[in-house]
């Protein structure tokens, strides 16, 4: 298996990070990368479809969510991300007056090599991570 792990501290509060990022369906409400996010519930679970810029589309499943911890986790179900297997945890925690935002996956890759799926993944991170930590301080 192989994992990405990236972190940002922001100055916002966990309850108000949570507020923009707990909602597993809103994830075009803060990742740039995102033109359009919904989630639905499909024989008992609940999927998100995601849009992206050049018009792919992503759907994902929520494994595990706790507004109580600040934590989502989800995987893949299908897309054109070169990933299998992957399951991925988003959370937020105090930092001292802010927050740390904890984004991490694990996976394999699939269609290309290792490093490859690695920084695939680790820039969608980062460009998440980045518009956060503009937006939130």
């Known amino acids: 298996m192989l994992e990405v792990k990236r972190e940002a501290q922001v100055a916002a509060t966990p309850a108000d990070v949570w507020a923009l990022i707990g909602d597993f369906g809103g ?14 519930t499909v024989g ?3 999927h998100r479809t995601i849009v992206v810029g050049d018009g792919a589309r992503l759907v994902e499943k929520l494994e595990n969510h706790s507004d109580a911890d600040h934590s989502y986790s989800y995987s893949i179900l299908e897309g054109p991300l070169p990933v299998d297997d992957y399951l991925s945890t988003l959370s937020v925690e105090a930092d001292g ?23 695939v993944i680790g820039g969608i991170y980062d460009l998440g991570l980045g518009a956060l930590k503009k937006r939130l301080g």
């Open 27 to 40: 994830l075009a409400e803060w990742h740039p990368a995102a033109t359009a996010s919904s989630a639905e």
């Open 44 to 46: 008992g679970e609940i």
């Open 97 to 119: 007056e802010g927050s740390m935002i904890r984004w991490e996956g694990r996976f394999v890759a699939k269609g290309a090599p290792d490093e490859q799926a690695q920084s």
